[in-house]
């Protein structure tokens, strides 16, 4: 496992959940690397130490932007090495190994999870064996596995990070909003547990409620008026009422 943070982390817990060993943790901080190790009971390194060779495959689970500073670093001759980036071509690997793929978790993993999430995995690799090498191998870690190239995976990367971390924003901004006109944000986690639920077997635009897709005038004037004090925000609702009403 090459990596500490977030994504290594619960990759790691992953793994061995699911019978895998992890051999060795490097990261470009030996303080960090040891702290995963210990928990993975693998050795740890920075990246000045040499990978474990009797490794069958390395996983480079660092930040998208870091992926490409710390390739440099390593010789594993031709095991197969993949990366856990979603917005990142599958060719950086290139001149790491001659087998070289990708393992995305399409999913937000934090450290600090108290339970395993479900994990869905984009696969690929850069022939047809390493292809069907990773899709198993990842199979034996979830039921969720697809194998999509690297314009599928940026494009589902990027709807990801609308419907998760923009939409996390709005939460964010909602409760901002609660804080300062003094009214209780907790009492809006049941809608928005209900309001994610609902996807689970109906499309979005299905499911679509409020104001704007009923073109209710009257009401979204009262919001507007309301917001009046919160300008920043009043342009986001705009923004967004249009979108809603005129898709």
Do not use: W
Not at 29 to 46: C, F, R, V, Y
Not at 112 to 137: A, H, K, Y
Not at 201 to 217: C, F, H, L, M
């Amino acid at each position: 496992m090459i990596g500490s943070g977030n994504v290594a982390t619960v990759l790691g817990r992953l793994l061995l959940q699911h019978n895998h060993t992890v051999t060795q943790v490097i990261s470009r901080e030996l303080s960090h690397a040891k702290i995963l190790a210990t928990e993975m009971n693998a050795h740890s390194d920075d990246f000045s130490g040499t990978p474990d060779a009797s490794a069958d495959v390395f996983i480079i689970a660092v930040a998208d932007s870091a992926l490409q500073g710390c390739l440099e670093q390593f010789d594993v001759g031709n095991k197969l090495v993949v990366h856990t980036a979603g917005s990142v071509a599958m060719d950086v690997l290139k001149n790491v190994s001659a087998n070289y793929g990708v393992l995305y978790p399409l999913q937000s993993l934090r450290k600090e999870m108290p339970l395993l999430p479900s994990v869905p995995f984009l696969v690929d690799g850069n022939t047809p064996d390493v292809t069907e090498f990773i899709r198993v191998f990842a199979l034996s870690l979830s039921p969720h596995v697809s194998v999509t190239n690297d314009d599928e995976r940026l494009k589902l990367h990027t709807a990801a990070v609308i419907v998760s971390n923009f939409t996390n924003h709005l939460y964010a901004i909602a409760e901002d909003f609660c804080i300062k006109e003094k009214i209780d944000f907790k009492l809006l986690r049941p809608l928005i547990v209900e309001t994610a639920q609902r996807i689970e077997n109906i499309s979005p635009s299905e499911v679509q409620t409020g104001p704007a897709i009923r073109k209710d005038i009257h009401t979204l004037d009262k919001h507007l008026r309301l917001l009046s004090a919160h300008p920043k925000l009043r342009t986001t609702y705009l923004r967004l009422t249009d979108s809603i009403m005129n898709p």
